[in-house]
């Protein structure tokens, strides 16, 4: 299994945004083939933070997962970011 998180600090501005679209990638993900769990958190002590979780079945499931159009918006979103986010795989 592949672990696949992502935490990121949005500008105020931004975060219902990316929140929005993260959510909306999340549900499209989660009937991907591989894909055995997709999750976004929204932080209750800081309102600017949102982690989106994978967890995958394979690598090769992963990668083509890294590689889809749907991923491109995660991608967009990370470029919202106020500062550098934490990404780990793992």
Wanted: aromatic residues 4%.
């Amino acid at each position: 299994m592949i672990h696949a998180t992502i935490r990121m600090t949005l500008p105020a501005q931004k975060a219902k945004e990316a929140e929005e679209i993260l959510r909306s990638v999340a549900e499209r993900t989660r009937v991907q083939p591989g894909c055995v769990s997709c999750r976004v958190y929204h932080d209750v002590q800081e309102k600017q933070v949102i982690m989106m979780e994978e967890l995958w079945k394979t690598q090769e499931d992963l990668d083509l997962h890294l590689r889809s159009a749907e991923y491109r918006n995660v991608l967009l979103v990370i470029e919202m970011a106020q500062k550098k986010p934490e990404i780990s795989f793992s």
